[in-house]
Each structure stands twice: as C-alpha cells, then as structure tokens.
C-alpha cells in the first residue's frame, strides 16, 4: 500500500484514540467538514456535469439507481438468515449498506487524483443519486412488520437530509454558475484535501471508538463489515465497466458499492425505523468498512480494476 | 445429535461459515493482487486474522453451550 498523505491522518487518528490520547475536536467541527465536503463535491460535480455532460450519463444513471436496489436486497438475506437480526435491524443495516458514503468517496477521488487516474468528471452525480433508492428498499424491507411513522415525516426525511439538500443543492449551483466558480474556488476546490485530511483524522478517533462497542456480534458483524464492501465492490466494479465508464469511473463505482452511508441514512432511519438499533448499524459502517474502505479495499479496487480494464 | 437441533448453535455455526467464506475471499484476492503485482499481503494478513477470530469465537460458543448443556445434565 503506498504511502498518503490524506490517510495518514486517519491512521494518526485511529492511533490517537486507541493510545488514549486527549485530542478532542471542537463538537462543531466534525459537522462542519461534512457539510464541506458535501458541498465541495457537489460543487465539483455541478461544474463537470455542465462542462463535460452528454446523453451517455442518463442511461449510466439508470443503471446507478438500480445498482442502488439491488445493494441492500444483497445485504438483507445476509443479515437476516445468517446473521439472525430482528427483520428492522437487517433492514436498517441493509440501507446503510446499498448507500454511499461521501467520505471514502472523497479519499478515493484523492487516490484517484494522486495517481493521475482519470474518471468521469460529473461522478458527484452518481454519488447523489445512489443515497436514496437503498433507503426506499431499507423502509419496504422492514415495513412487513408495520411502520407507524407518517408518510410525510418519511418522505422529508428522505428526500430531504442534510446530505440530499447539500449535495444536490451544490451539484445544481456548480451546474448553472460554473463560469463564476473561480470566486468560491478558493475555498471550496483548493482546500478540500486539507479539509479531507482533518475530516480523516477525526474519523479514525470516531471509528476506533466505535470498534471498543462490538461485542457480542462482534464476529459476524466484523465479517459482514468486510464481506460487504467487497461483494459491492466487485458488482461496481463489473457494472462501472458494462456500462462504459473509464477504468476511473468503474473504480470509483466500485468504491461507491463498496462503501456504506453513516450520514444520511442513519438520519432517515432513525425517523423510518426507530425500534431498530442503530448504533449497531453505526458500528458496522463506521468502524469497521469505513477503515476497510480506506486502508485496504480502495487500493485494491484501483489494483483489481485497473487489471481488469488493462 | 441432539446438539445439532439446537438453534443457538446452528445460528454459531452459519456465522462461523460465513467468516470462514469472507476470509477465504480475503485469502484469494490477496492471492491475486500479489499474482498481478500489488501489495495484496494485508488482505492475506486480514484473511487469516478473520478466519482465525472467528473460528475461536465460534469455539468458544459451541464449548460454552456444551459443557453448559452437560453439567445440566449431570445435576439433573
């Protein structure tokens, strides 16, 4: 694995907390680099759709949404039958599992960028549009059992989360004022990588705590937590490359199945399902295919498609 | 083979299956990366690692049932 930059900060981060060591970031900060990278992504998006868009990117949409689908459909039977969760709880993990996790997007686009690996360049788009078919399938698996939360309640918080506003709010304002992005470049564009970095670091201290709460299902979960990201993986990784997308394009595809939302999702689950236990849900994306994402899988996604696409 | 019945380690023993298959893919891709000339020895590393945590854990389910089982047995 060669060395980054970027995650380093997320070893120093891990190492940090698992040392005990006091670093404690202002409460604030760790939603603020969210809401940046969001932003920032969307931004970059917007701006690539409106230069480089063409016909191709609505069918690859299609087939990104049914990708979306088919993801936590994948997870369920798993978490249900073998790892014998309550039909909420499989459900509600499934969801978090065919979502996207704009974070491991970013340190993989920083991989990508750092390697000189093109790719799609309004991929931010496919970002968007993967966070909401797997909550849709998350809230129809577990309404076998009955939901009593009002439909409104459920749509808003779909279709409108901080993650969903955000980055489809940027990705339209980058769309129509790209030739005005000069002036919020600065911020938004040249300082992502430090932001990224800062992002990192306390991510690994949150995921190394998170890894001290496995317990019981500690064994399967962490089995689940890595067997996901690579089933995702390999399905993005041949869909990226049936539906002609550059070696880049089908390595961030990969990435985008691989990886599990703990932004959005947790927040509309919370709402659709809130018997289920979340922090189970939380532990699994968070502490554990979060830093499997980051040190390994994302190196081997880049190795294995490059192989492939050769 | 009453033991076999009995759901709690049933339930041990398809999640040990499952580790088992997730660690053997972790083994067999790490296989590849090394074979097409990438660091693939931290997957190798994992593998091994899941296969073996798991199979201690499923272990020590099965023994812990057991012997819980028997010493029911002997008292009664």
Redesign the interface.
């Known amino acids: 694995?060669a060395f980054d930059i970027v995650i380093a900060f997320f070893l120093l981060g891990i190492f940090a907390r698992l040392a005990g060591s006091p670093i404690q970031f202002p409460k604030g900060l760790y939603q603020t680099l969210t809401l940046f990278l969001m932003i920032a992504i969307g931004l970059k998006g917007g701006v690539a759709l409106a230069n480089h868009g063409s016909p191709t990117v609505i069918p690859q949409s299609i087939a990104v949404i049914v990708f979306g689908l088919a993801l936590p459909l994948l997870a369920f039977p798993?978490l249900y039958?073998?790892?014998?969760f309550q039909r909420h709880d499989a459900a509600s993990i499934a969801a978090h599992y065919g979502s996207v996790s704009v974070g491991t997007y970013a340190v993989a686009v920083a991989l990508l960028d750092s390697q000189d690996i093109v790719y799609e360049p309004y991929f931010p788009l496919f970002v968007v549009l993967l966070e909401v078919p797997a909550i849709a399938v998350g809230i129809a698996l577990a309404s076998a059992k009955g939901r009593d939360v009002p439909l409104n309640k459920l749509l808003h918080e779909v279709f409108l989360n901080q993650g969903m506003v955000l980055m489809v709010g940027a990705l339209l304002i980058g769309y129509f004022g790209a030739q005005q992005i000069d002036s919020i470049a600065p911020l938004f564009i040249n300082l992502f990588q430090g932001a990224l970095a800062l992002f990192l670091l306390e991510m690994g201290m949150v995921a190394a705590s998170r890894l001290k709460e496995l317990k019981g299902s500690?064994?399967?979960i962490?089995?689940?937590g890595?067997?996901m990201p690579?089933i995702g993986g390999l399905l993005g990784c041949v869909l990226g490359i049936a539906i002609g997308l550059s070696t880049g394009g089908a390595i961030l595809l990969a990435v985008l199945g691989a990886s599990a939302s703990y932004i959005a999702v947790p927040a509309a689950m919370r709402v659709a399902l809130p018997q289920a236990n979340h922090s189970l849900s939380i532990t699994s994306s968070l502490g554990i295919t979060f830093p499997?994402n980051v040190?390994?899988g994302i190196?081997?996604y880049i190795?294995?498609t490059q192989?492939l696409t050769a | 083979m009453a033991y076999l019945q009995d759901e709690t380690l049933l339930n041990a023993k398809r999640q040990w299956l499952f580790a088992l298959a997730t660690g053997v893919a972790l083994l067999l891709l790490g296989s590849g990366i090394l074979a097409i000339g990438g660091n693939g020895i931290p997957l190798l590393g994992l593998g091994a690692a899941l296969i073996a945590f798991n199979s201690y854990q499923y272990y020590q389910a099965t023994h812990t049932k057991l012997a819980a089982r028997l010493t029911a047995g002997v008292k009664a």
């Not at chain 1, 039958?81 to 014998?84: A, L, M, R, T, V």
């Open positions: 694995m798993i039958f073998i790892g014998q500690a064994g399967f962490l089995s689940f890595i067997a690579l499997f040190l390994l190196p081997t190795t294995a192989w």
